[in-house]
């Protein structure tokens, strides 16, 4: 059974850092394409961050130079660095998990950034 367990979440002052990570199981981490996507009140889910099977990694404009997609597979781990938060970064991160046609979510960790 597929599990991603985020963590990370809090609340953080107006440029302030977070660090999230998202702890894959019951999968082989190596081979998969994952991400962040997050949801702000009232908002769709939107995408952050993909690290695409191969290497390629892209973000949304807005986070572009302020956030760092990364991953440890030995500890079939995801991370998102998160520098210099704005209060419209503020909503629920989750990670996603792509492998061979399937797709997983976590359970989604809450990010608050006071102005």
């Known amino acids: 059974q597929v599990q991603l367990v985020e963590s990370g979440g809090g609340l953080v002052q107006a440029g302030g850092s977070l660090r999230l990570s998202c702890a894959a199981s019951?999968?082989?981490?190596?081979?998969?394409?994952m991400g962040w996507y997050r949801q702000a009140p009232g908002k769709q889910r939107e995408l952050v961050a993909i690290m695409i099977l191969g290497g390629t990694i892209n973000y949304v404009d807005s986070v572009k130079g302020r956030f760092t997609i990364s991953r440890d597979n030995a500890k079939n781990t995801l991370y998102l660095q998160m520098n210099s938060l704005k209060p419209e970064d503020t909503g629920v991160y989750y990670c996603?998990?792509?492998?061979?046609?399937?797709?997983?979510w976590g359970q989604g960790t809450q990010v608050t950034v006071s102005s």
């Open positions: 019951g999968i082989i981490f190596n081979f998969a394409t």
């Open positions: 996603n998990l792509r492998l061979q046609g399937s797709q997983y």
